[in-house]
T-cell receptor, first 115, second 115 residues
């Protein structure tokens, strides 16, 4: 069965520290997509990144970086030099290969950046 | 501005009183979906629509109805709300049913409380 596991329920770090959010997925399909979404305290869901299963290149966008490793079925998200504005719930998600319309979400990791 | 608009943002209602949460997108997306978010459970799909007049159940459809008479609108109807439908609801859209290509664009969410 398809599944996304975010083992870290809640993380607190001091501002300017680096922090990595873990995401492990399960799928039997060879073609799939992985996503990260951010949910700030205001509640909306903000799309951060999409990665397809054939592209294992790591991606960097400013202070954000993503490490995709098919060998370990992981798609981890690192924030470098964290800021208070990074405080949010972060969701990792996987496209359902049986139903192209559906994205399966992990339960999220709540990140607190302490000033 | 390209967006998904949900209304209302907040709603408190009483058990059994029919309500509708509206969702509208201005991106000419074919695919639309409703999710509910609950603590510890993440986001779960309620209903989805591949196009006008085409709707289907997601993982938790009980107690909900939807309709897709126009491409831009996808209202969520609670005919007889109950307290277990107290939740944060999100509408999402995508250009096609292949959510993996683009991911979803989410609305700002509707926080519903049923007393």
């Amino acid at each position: 069965a398809q599944k996304v596991t975010q083992a870290q329920t809640e993380i607190s770090v001091v501002e300017k520290e680096d922090v990595t959010l873990d995401c492990v997925y399960e799928t039997r399909d060879t073609t799939y997509y992985l996503f990260w979404y951010k949910q700030p305290p205001s509640g909306e869901l903000v799309f951060l990144i999409r990665r397809n299963s054939f592209d294992e290149q790591n991606e960097i966008s400013g202070r954000y970086s993503w490490n995709f490793q098919k060998s370990t079925s992981s798609f981890n998200f690192t924030i470098t030099a964290s800021q208070v504005v990074d405080s949010a719930v972060y969701f990792c998600a996987l496209s359902d290969p049986n139903r192209d319309d559906k994205i399966i979400f992990g339960k999220g990791t709540r990140l607190h950046i302490l000033p | 501005e390209a967006q998904v608009t949900q209304n209302p943002r907040y709603l408190i209602t009483v058990t059994g009183k029919k309500l509708t949460v509206t969702c509208s997108q201005n991106m000419n997306h074919e695919y639309m979906s409703w999710y509910r978010q609950d603590p510890g459970l993440g986001l779960r799909q309620i209903y989805y629509s591949m196009n006008v007049e085409v709707t289907d159940k997601g993982d938790v459809p009980e107690g909900y109805k939807v309709s897709r008479k126009e491409k831009r609108n996808f209202p969520l109807i609670l005919e007889s709300p109950s307290p277990n439908q107290t939740s944060l609801y999100f509408c999402a859209s995508s250009p096609t049913s292949l959510s993996g290509d683009y991911g979803y664009t989410f609305g700002s969410g509707t926080r519903l409380t049923v007393v």
